[in-house]
């Protein structure tokens, strides 16, 4: 941003004086509901560590720089694994489960408002955070399994074993298997020099790459006759008569046959032609894997790469961790006998179970970001006042929940109160960073306007807590059906929404009408929150 360009951004201490006052609601809210002295305390605090992870990410992936990209998509993923584990988390009751779900996705938009904004090119940024990570950890997933299973070596003992008792049949076999190989490996010659003439720049002229390019083929400069009689001996290698009738003929050549024999059967050329085809073939695999690589960076390397640092980081911090005694031996204490995880570390490899438990975190965001961008987007309103509304309204379900899970009354009031605080702080927020920006200096009129709500809402707390003290004891001798009681508290907080909604919603048609046909109207295919890649 330039020196002469007006942010609009929410006013900085009223937006982070909301974010404080959701994540104390909410740890409030973890620790009056569930058993135990903590409650589901422990649980939110592990979402709400992950909410910071994820918003101090967000923060970074939306700039320019590809270091700054790298460090921020790092930064997304481990809190995406946090936040994803708080809300998976084993809870006694569906009440606990609301609260620490709702409470750390209140905590999130709040910051995420309070910091970037909900946006398009936000989401388009965490879109492309997400995918170029999943992609990456899955490649780490498919490595680590492979390393526990052994998969190389075996494939490489198997390889090995089985291609020795091939060629030790017999003669015939042998000779069969070495013209094999050496077509083999002349074509790969032809085709791996073809791929380094393209990897290296233009050289002076070099005898031995010429005489090492002559051995080299095309597959289409082979004669047809070669194919022919490759099939043929291939024919009599598995027939008893074909595999009698070499061996005689040997045997009638004397010595020399039987030196030819002992030649054809024995591993010295087979290991040669195989080192070689070995050698060239990795050269093709390699050109393989670069053209794959290549495909999936895009157009901007450096923004995939920044994109994809999060995903690598997890990997390798995870197989090297994995790898660890120590760390083994306390992973294995502290999981249970017996248990799922217990028998996936068993079958699959402790990196790779841990590394899979990222990916289903990975894909359930993935996969529940356009929902919940559908949910909370709103094209009247500002980026900021979006999140905020969504994040004061999961706040004040958490504290409904909080009730229904038997949380002490004092707490479940100050949730309320919490929630309606945030977003009447979040809107003053928005709206002195509408009209003076968020540079100015507007400290002095937010202080004040921050302690009116919050004094109104501790009067409002303290009000509710004495006339439960001393008029809810009276009442009780009103026998009111449990659902008619419910069923009045839900109409009164849908009367409360449909005021609200009212309420904000004067002076919108004049402020389309005089907006209709501006420039600066977004025009795109569809709706920005399905698309989720600005690559």
Same mark, same amino acid.
């Given at each position: 941003?330039?020196?002469?360009?007006?942010?609009?951004?929410?006013?900085?201490?009223?937006?982070?004086?909301?974010?404080?006052?959701?994540?104390?609601?909410?740890?409030?809210?973890?620790?009056?509901?569930?058993?135990?002295?903590?409650?589901?305390?422990?649980?939110?605090?592990?979402?709400?560590?992950?909410?910071?992870?994820?918003?101090?990410?967000?923060?970074?992936?939306?700039?320019?720089?590809?270091?700054?990209?790298?460090?921020?998509?790092?930064?997304?993923?481990?809190?995406?694994?946090?936040?994803?584990?708080?809300?998976?988390?084993?809870?006694?009751?569906?009440?606990?489960?609301?609260?620490?779900?709702?409470?750390?996705?209140?905590?999130?938009?709040?910051?995420?408002?309070?910091?970037?904004?909900?946006?398009?090119?936000?989401?388009?940024?965490?879109?492309?955070?997400?995918?170029?990570?999943?992609?990456?950890?899955?490649?780490?997933?498919?490595?680590?399994?492979?390393?526990?299973?052994?998969?190389?070596?075996?494939?490489?003992?198997?390889?090995?074993?089985?291609?020795?008792?091939?060629?030790?049949?017999?003669?015939?076999?042998?000779?069969?298997?070495?013209?094999?190989?050496?077509?083999?490996?002349?074509?790969?010659?032809?085709?791996?020099?073809?791929?380094?003439?393209?990897?290296?720049?233009?050289?002076?002229?070099?005898?031995?790459?010429?005489?090492?390019?002559?051995?080299?083929?095309?597959?289409?400069?082979?004669?047809?006759?070669?194919?022919?009689?490759?099939?043929?001996?291939?024919?009599?290698?598995?027939?008893?008569?074909?595999?009698?009738?070499?061996?005689?003929?040997?045997?009638?050549?004397?010595?020399?046959?039987?030196?030819?024999?002992?030649?054809?059967?024995?591993?010295?050329?087979?290991?040669?032609?195989?080192?070689?085809?070995?050698?060239?073939?990795?050269?093709?695999?390699?050109?393989?894997?670069?053209?794959?690589?290549?495909?999936?960076?895009?157009?901007?390397?450096?923004?995939?790469?920044?994109?994809?640092?999060? &995903?690598?980081? @997890?990997?390798? =911090?995870? /197989? *090297? !961790?994995?790898? $660890? %005694?120590?760390?083994?031996? +306390? #992973?294995?204490?502290?999981?249970?006998?017996?248990?799922?995880?217990?028998?996936?570390?068993?079958?699959?490899?402790?990196?790779?179970?841990?590394? &899979?438990?990222? @990916?289903?975190? =990975?894909? /359930? *965001? !993935?996969?529940? $970001? %356009?929902?919940?961008?559908? +949910? #909370?987007?709103?094209?009247?309103?500002?980026?900021?006042?979006?999140?905020?509304?969504?994040?004061?309204?999961?706040?004040?379900?958490?504290?409904?929940?909080?009730?229904?899970?038997?949380?002490? /009354?004092?707490?479940?009031?100050?949730?309320?109160?919490?929630? +309606?605080?945030?977003?009447?702080?979040?809107?003053?927020?928005?709206?002195?960073?509408?009209?003076?920006?968020?540079?100015?200096?507007?400290?002095?009129?937010?202080?004040?306007?921050?302690?009116?709500?919050?004094?109104?809402?501790?009067?409002?707390?303290?009000?509710? +807590?004495?006339?439960?003290?001393?008029?809810?004891?009276a009442a009780l001798v009103v026998d009111v059906p449990r659902w008619r009681a419910v069923g009045a508290l839900a109409l009164l907080l849908l009367a409360l929404v449909c005021f609200a909604a009212l309420a904000s919603g004067d002076g919108e048609l004049g402020d389309d009408d005089n907006d209709s046909g501006g420039d600066d109207e977004y025009q795109g295919s569809g709706p920005w929150y399905t698309q989720f890649d600005d690559l």
């Amino acid at each position: 941003m330039t020196p002469y360009e007006f942010d609009d951004d929410p006013a900085l201490f009223s937006s982070r004086l909301a974010l404080a006052v959701a994540v104390v609601a909410a740890l409030l809210l973890g620790l009056g509901t569930g058993p135990g002295l903590l409650g589901q305390g422990p649980e939110l605090l592990l979402g709400l560590v992950g909410a910071g992870a994820l918003v101090h990410g967000a923060r970074h992936v939306t700039e320019d720089e590809s270091r700054q990209r790298a460090v921020g998509s790092i930064w997304f993923v481990f809190g995406i694994f946090g936040v994803v584990a708080a809300i998976g988390a084993y809870k006694p009751s569906l009440a606990a489960a609301a609260v620490t779900t709702f409470g750390t996705l209140s905590v999130l938009l709040f910051g995420l408002s309070a910091t970037v904004g909900i946006d398009e090119g936000l989401v388009r940024s965490l879109g492309g955070a997400l995918s170029r990570s999943l992609v990456v950890v899955v490649a780490g997933v498919v490595v680590l399994a492979a390393v526990h299973a052994t998969l190389f070596r075996s494939v490489a003992v198997l390889t090995v074993t089985g291609y020795g008792v091939l060629v030790g049949v017999t003669p015939l076999v042998s000779f069969l298997m070495l013209q094999i190989e050496v077509l083999v490996l002349a074509v790969l010659v032809e085709r791996a020099l073809a791929v380094v003439d393209g990897w290296l720049p233009r050289r002076r002229f070099d005898r031995r790459e010429t005489a090492l390019r002559q051995l080299g083929v095309r597959v289409g400069d082979v004669p047809k006759g070669v194919y022919v009689l490759l099939g043929l001996q291939f024919v009599l290698a598995f027939t008893g008569a074909g595999r009698s009738l070499f061996a005689r003929l040997l045997v009638q050549t004397g010595p020399f046959g039987t030196v030819v024999g002992r030649f054809l059967q024995s591993w010295v050329p087979h290991a040669l032609l195989g080192a070689g085809i070995l050698l060239f073939g990795s050269v093709l695999v390699a050109r393989l894997c670069q053209r794959v690589v290549v495909r999936w960076i895009g157009r901007e390397p450096p923004k995939t790469l920044g994109y994809a640092a999060g &995903g690598a980081a @997890v990997s390798v =911090l995870v /197989a *090297v !961790l994995t790898a $660890l %005694p120590p760390v083994r031996w +306390l #992973v294995d204490w502290a999981v249970t006998d017996g248990s799922a995880l217990d028998l996936s570390f068993g079958t699959y490899g402790m990196g790779t179970t841990f590394l &899979g438990l990222v @990916v289903v975190a =990975l894909c /359930a *965001v !993935l996969v529940s $970001l %356009p929902v919940f961008m559908f +949910l #909370v987007w709103d094209e009247t309103t500002s980026a900021s006042d979006d999140g905020s509304t969504a994040g004061a309204g999961l706040l004040l379900l958490a504290s409904i929940a909080a009730g229904f899970g038997d949380a002490p /009354a004092p707490v479940v009031f100050i949730g309320v109160a919490a929630a +309606l605080a945030t977003w009447d702080l979040s809107v003053n927020a928005s709206l002195v960073g509408e009209e003076v920006g968020r540079a100015a200096e507007s400290r002095r009129g937010e202080v004040i306007h921050a302690a009116g709500v919050l004094a109104v809402g501790a009067v409002a707390v303290l009000v509710t +807590l004495l006339g439960v003290e001393f008029i809810g004891a009276a009442a009780l001798v009103v026998d009111v059906p449990r659902w008619r009681a419910v069923g009045a508290l839900a109409l009164l907080l849908l009367a409360l929404v449909c005021f609200a909604a009212l309420a904000s919603g004067d002076g919108e048609l004049g402020d389309d009408d005089n907006d209709s046909g501006g420039d600066d109207e977004y025009q795109g295919s569809g709706p920005w929150y399905t698309q989720f890649d600005d690559l």
